[in-house]
Nanobody
Framework: QVQLAESGGGLVQTGGSLRLSCAAS??????????MAWFRQAPAKEREFVAA???????TTSADSVKGRFTIFRDNRNVVTLQMNSLKPEDTAAYFC?????????????????WGQGTQVTVSS
């Protein structure tokens, strides 16, 4: 059974930093290549892509709204981290970790088969 467990959310002031981690279990990393990603959803808004990383070759991509502020990287085989700096009130949302099979396509628009429960990030002004 695949599980994606997010951690690291919380309350922070504008300009502060947070680090989100996603620990994956049940994925067959030895047999398949996966992309790990972060999405977010604010109240009354649609879910939006934040950043993604291919675990096979390390290529990354991120949304324009977070470029230069958020960084996605792999801590180890099963953990992917989103380092968020210079946080703004508009970054307030529930953040979700996702995993999908890597077929070499666009990391932002590919299909993600597995999702975590989410962790809340709140940035106060």
């Amino acid at each position: 059974q695949v599980q994606l467990a997010e951690s690291g959310g919380g309350l922070v002031q504008t300009g502060g930093s947070l680090r989100l981690s996603c620990a994956a279990s049940g994925l067959s990393f030895s047999r398949n290549s996966y992309v790990m990603a972060w999405f977010r959803q604010a109240p009354a808004k649609e879910r939006e892509f934040v950043a993604a990383i291919s675990r096979s070759n390390g290529r990354t991509t991120s949304a324009d709204s977070v470029k230069g502020r958020f960084t996605i990287f792999r801590d180890n085989r099963n953990v992917v981290t989103l380092q968020m700096n210079s946080l703004k009130p508009e970054d307030t949302a529930a953040y979700f970790c996702a995993a999908g099979l890597d077929y070499g396509g666009n990391l932002q628009f590919m299909s993600y088969q597995h999702w975590g429960q989410g962790t809340q990030v709140t940035v106060s002004s």
